[in-house]
């Protein structure tokens, strides 16, 4: 037996078919009654879950009309209170109340998440002066409140800059964040306001200490804290903010913004491979050029996610990834028979490929969301529930994914974030990253230099322009929200162009 076999079998992903059963059994049984009911007992119920709870009270106002047809006034009475409750949970959370603009007019704009926002740059202080200080913005915050302003950075040096804010009419510095190396970093800085009577007037101020690199600040976020003893756990609240967070093009909770519909036995499915591999280490492996100069065999006995054609490398090596996944609406199709047959232990799929890849015991079923929706929710307990996504690449949906499975050491092989189009390559659609490639992409020969296999994009097969910029923005911000998590995103790739992540050898992990 190897390493890889004794470890999966301490980890068997069996269900218990007998609750699952008879989840089924109550919903076929008696119809819209008997589903209701049930709704109404998981909500009751104190041996329910959050997770159980927070999807009955969804499935219950996504259904209301339906479902309550024959309910008696104790029932209603029951669900009102429910959701009151709900309600009452999520107003106590905190909540975002402004967006903060600088003032300044001397901004760029720069792209985070598909979206252009306001950034400031601090620029390296010269001469004798021991730093560099930027006023860039102000907010009015009512009082009797804490408050938690979080802003995201980049920062390159290792001197001590700071982020401060203070009271515009006192001039009293209410609190200081240290800025900690990285690109797209997160510096959160509480305030209190509870003990004022009158509405304030908030300043901010960046100070660059650095005599050689600058400092980078983008549009920040105000988040109100209410009272200590208002608060209450997010997954209590989530029930009710999920609800308001909802677009209308967004069904309920069992049905993802495209394609098929979750069932209960999809979320339980998913729900029960959670943190199932904690204290194991995992490499999520991209399928760049850079693997033909990694000694793969090293990798027999390890856990290794593999993405779209991964299958290309089985004929060099014994061993095979336990985990896959694949996302891409051109990709996916394009290699139907390809995913579908794969023989990999845990293969994750949109819900939207239900039809195409069909039911298996190895496919795993997930709600997406798109590219930049949310993304640092994809690294919360919740994700089940709120989708996957959110990276600008299938790479961090993989990361998104060993992460809800509990694996906190996670290492990048094969990353090189570096594309070129051939001109063999039949281009077609707009060009949305201006770079001067369209998006529809088709290649006419088997001459693929972006990938370890030249027919992997080989002759006739589809894709789209790579987005390398946003890539490397959802690596680093990946990163990043790992590590605020107590774990760690390195990246073990031979040479390549993925410098936003912290590079370790890759011989050096064995």
């Not at 269900?15 to 819209?32: A, H, M, V, W």
């Amino acid at each position: 037996m190897t390493v890889n076999e004794d470890r999966r079998s301490t980890h068997d992903h069996a269900l218990n078919s007998d609750i699952t059963n008879q989840r089924l059994s109550i919903f076929k049984s008696g119809g819209e009654n008997d589903w209701g009911r049930f709704l109404l007992s998981r909500i009751t119920d104190d041996s329910a879950t959050s997770s159980e709870k927070t999807i009955a009270v969804l499935t219950l106002v996504e259904n209301f009309d339906r479902i309550s047809r024959s309910w008696s006034p104790e029932d209603y009475e029951l669900v009102a209170g429910a959701i009151d409750l709900a309600k009452s949970k999520a107003s106590a959370e905190a909540k975002m109340i402004s967006t903060l603009l600088p003032s300044e007019t001397d901004v760029d704009s720069t792209l985070i998440d598909g979206k252009f926002v306001q950034r400031i740059e601090v620029t390296p202080c010269v001469g004798d002066s021991e730093q560099e200080v930027v006023e860039f913005g102000q907010l009015t915050l009512a009082p009797g409140c804490k408050y938690l302003i979080t802003s995201e950075y980049d920062k390159v040096s290792e001197s001590n800059d700071l982020i401060e804010i203070c009271d515009l009419d006192s001039g009293i510095i209410l609190n200081h964040t240290a800025l900690e190396p990285g690109f797209n970093r997160f510096a959160n800085t509480e305030i209190d306001l509870s003990e004022k009577s009158d509405t304030c007037r908030i300043g901010f101020r960046l100070i660059n200490r650095s005599t050689t690199e600058p400092l980078y600040w983008y549009q920040s976020k105000s988040i109100s804290l209410f009272p200590s003893d208002a608060q209450t756990s997010f997954i209590d609240a989530f029930a009710e903010i999920l609800r308001q967070e909802r677009t209308k093009a967004t069904k309920p909770i069992f049905t993802p913004v495209t394609g098929e519909p979750l069932t209960l036995i999809d979320i339980d499915r998913l729900t029960s491979l959670q943190n199932k591999f904690s204290g194991e280490r995992i490499f999520v492996m991209g399928n760049g050029p850079s693997l033909n100069k990694t000694p793969l065999e090293k990798l027999e006995g390890e856990f290794v996610f593999g993405l779209n054609r991964i299958s290309l490398l089985f004929e060099r090596v014994s061993w095979r990834p336990t985990f896959f996944t694949a996302f891409d609406v051109r990709v996916v199709p394009d290699n139907q028979e390809e995913f579908a047959n794969l023989d990999i232990e845990y293969k994750f799929f949109s819900a939207r490929y239900k039809k195409l890849l069909g039911e298996k015991p190895n496919h795993y079923w997930h709600h997406t969301k798109g590219f930049y929706d949310g993304f640092e929710s994809c690294f919360e307990p919740t994700v089940p529930f709120t989708g996957f996504g959110g990276g600008g690449t299938i790479a961090t949906m993989a990361i998104e994914l060993a992460f809800f499975m509990g694996f906190r050491e996670i290492y990048l092989i094969g990353t090189d974030v570096s594309y070129s189009v051939p001109k063999t390559v039949v281009q077609s659609g707009e060009d949305i990253f201006g770079d001067g490639v369209k998006l529809n992409l088709e290649s006419t020969k088997d001459d693929d230099q972006n990938h370890f296999d030249p027919r992997y994009f080989g002759a006739g097969k589809k894709w789209h322009s790579p987005n390398v910029r946003d890539m490397k923005i959802g690596f680093a911000r990946a990163a990043s929200y790992i590590e605020q998590r107590g774990g760690k995103l390195l990246n073990a790739t031979v040479g390549g162009e993925l410098d936003q992540v912290q590079r370790v050898d890759f011989n050096s992990l064995f």
